[in-house]
């Protein structure tokens, strides 16, 4: 049975408190930066007294790291480490507990693909997984032995293969079509690649019964690539590696739920104030299950995000993220100062035909480079990016409008755009500017 609107609030609030009491009893770092704001655990009697307790980033983590991020009430065989890929210029490292992952991925996952709302007992997860098997949930990401570590470590019994996103298209091909999953989780541009590798070669895949995209935005010309590629449904999953599952996408497409049983998510403007709904703010975390390291109020994501200002109508009560914008990192600056989300340019190249990817490059605070990368379909072969074409014309006024005529935008048709070093995807805005 489903909680109440009163009873998740409840449970929120003895979640957040006992993990603020054992933060700063265990963790060295919450200790210290709480000492030093004048704050103590029990002065959080409401889920807004969250307020009251600093913001951490990610360089605190790094700085702290081993030691000084790891509650000392936590023993080898009770956590795990894990990584970020650095995608924003500054890989962290944290821990996680046994039963933080045992809820992400016996309780949160299942639940993301039926759609179903919250159970109320957390115990017995390990049963729980058994039960509520994933079938043939098949995983393309980065670091697939550690993954494949974990995965033994704590439910082995789990049908699911993991796959290495560095891999090239065509082998992500063939292991869906060997292993025939029913599930398929992996990132926006691994699913890019894979699609693009199908129109061109003109080759058949399985089809799953759901695709979930995770680890990066989700664009519209992207779905509209897998619509025509896949029969599948798609849901796009908001999540990250120091926190898990965070949010998940609303049946109706009207954007993606918070999943609010397990994690609070605060979107703050640049005085450290929650921004109003409709409006742009900087993510904030607290993850209210992880006691290796706890997440509380950690800002290290770097992503921006926008709540939906009217209710979903797909009549789930979750707090509803609009749209997730993408990482600061990877904001465009003017000249004149003004910051400029990624989502906002991303956006003026939704519906541009046979555009298959694309990178913007501020490499001066006056000068944007678009590199373009056209569909190899053969209906695409009249499409022409050029500046004084139809539709470079359309993309350099959209451009012009966005950046209030401070840069100069030059279009670039290119062949391909290589991946980061290391990394199955590349920067779709990227900020060279200093």
Known sequence: MAMTPHELEQFRLERLQDLVAHAYANVELYHRKWRQAGVRPEEIRTLGDIHKLPVVTKDDFRHSFPDGVLSRRCRPSQRYLVGTSGSTGSPVTVFVDFDKVL????????????????ITVLSGLRDFLLRRDIRQLFIVVDQSRAYESLQGRVFPQMRHTVVDSLLPAAEHIAALNRKRPVFLMTYPSVLRNICLALRAGGATVHQPELIMVIGEVLDEPLRALVRRTFRSQVMDVYGSTEAG?????????????VLTWKVLVELLDDDGKEVAPGHTGRVVITDL?????????YSGLGDYACRAVEPCRCGRTLPLLARIEGRSVDSIVRPDGQLVHPYHLTLALEDVPHLAKFQIRQERRDHIRVLLVKDLVPEAAN???????????????????ILDNQITVE????????SRPGSHKHATVLSLAT
């Open 103 to 118: 809820l992400d991925f016996a309780v949160n996952l299942p639940q993301i693909m039926a759609g179903c709302r919250p």
């Open 383 to 401: 499409v022409s990016f050029a500046p004084d074409g139809e539709v470079g014309q359309v993309i350099l006024e959209r451009f012009g409008r």
């Open 289 to 297: 299950f992880n006691r290796a390291t706890p997440i509380i109020r």
């Open 245 to 257: 599952f965070i949010a998940a996408e609303c049946p109706e497409h009207c954007g993606l739920h």
């Open 411 to 418: 279009l670039h048709t290119v062949v391909d755009i290589p």
